[in-house]
């Protein structure tokens, strides 16, 4: 086995040869499973974390100072225990033999107290707090991104369709922003104002769905921009299974005057949304 710092010992190349009962090689062989998954998932958090940090010291405004110290820090914290982890579960990766389970267990031990120690050090939770703000700024970014997009896509003002109520008052419209990565487009409320043709996969999806609303489900704001985004992203798709999942959606009202508000889609709309694994944008 190896200590908390040094060099490994190959694990079938023992310290004690003496044998085990049956009952005790099992209890080990489990402890040493269940400790490979906890690395496992460890690992993969510290290789996120060595990605995430050595982006950070890598960007002009982190090369002096104290973000830059603790950005070094946390590099110092995680790069050997990533190693470690990666070093143990490279040579336990085969089921070691019935004699070598008692040290790879007691590495695994030590292994864990590492792991503890680093956590608690002065230099990684720094470098946590560094990582956590760093993370909230890049969501806010892109949530600001996103939202630009949104606002560009809405028709500009005089230009969207007058709806009309029962007493032949305008009202305002419903617009609709479908999203996904680079691609979107704008669809509008009334179908005599949509314009994307109807798109196979879409008709598919709204097929036999009864409308919990005052107004049938194909006449919708989302509905008209499904279908152009569909036309962009699946031109020769032909049912609802081919619908890509984590399509964004942002919904607006748009008054005579202009006024643009957010809004919640409708429940005809919410439906289909959540089925296909779409994001509503709030």
């Known amino acids: 086995m190896s200590d908390a710092f040094g060099t490994a010992t190959p694990l079938d190349q023992p310290n004690n ?19 490979r998954e906890r690395f496992a998932t460890l690992r993969d958090r510290l290789d996120l974390e060595m990605k995430a940090a050595t982006f950070l010291a890598g960007l002009k405004a982190n090369r002096h100072g104290t973000q830059a110290e603790g950005i070094r820090g946390g590099i110092s914290c995680i790069d050997p225990l990533l190693k470690a982890v990666d070093d143990f579960l490279g040579r336990t990766a085969q089921n070691p033999p019935a004699h070598a389970l008692k040290d790879a267990v007691e590495e695994a031990l030590a292994l864990e107290d590492r792991r503890k120690s680093m956590e608690e050090s002065d230099g990684y939770k720094k470098f946590s707090k560094i990582l956590e703000a760093s993370e909230k700024q890049r969501e806010e970014g892109e949530r600001n991104r996103k939202d630009a997009i949104h606002r560009q896509s809405l028709p500009t003002a005089g230009k969207w369709p007058e709806n009309k109520d029962k007493d032949g008052n305008i009202t305002k ?66 049912t609802k299974a081919e619908i890509p999942q984590r399509i964004e959606f942002k919904t607006f009202n748009i008054t005579p005057r202009g006024a643009v508000t957010p809004i919640y889609p409708c429940n005809n709309c919410l439906s289909w949304i959540k089925e296909i694994g779409g994001i509503i944008i709030a």
Do not use: F
């Open 17 to 35: 040869t003496a044998p085990i009962s049956g009952d005790e090689e099992y209890a080990r062989r489990k402890a040493l499973g269940k400790a």
């Open 173 to 238: 419209a419903k617009v609709c922003v479908a999203m996904l990565g680079a691609v979107n487009k704008t669809g509008i409320s009334g179908v005599t104002h949509h314009t994307g043709e109807p798109h196979p996969a879409m008709t598919s999806l709204l097929d036999g769905r009864a409308s919990v609303e005052a107004w049938k489900v194909h006449v919708c704001a989302e509905v008209d921009a499904m279908h152009q985004l569909l036309h962009a992203l699946i031109p020769k798709g032909k």
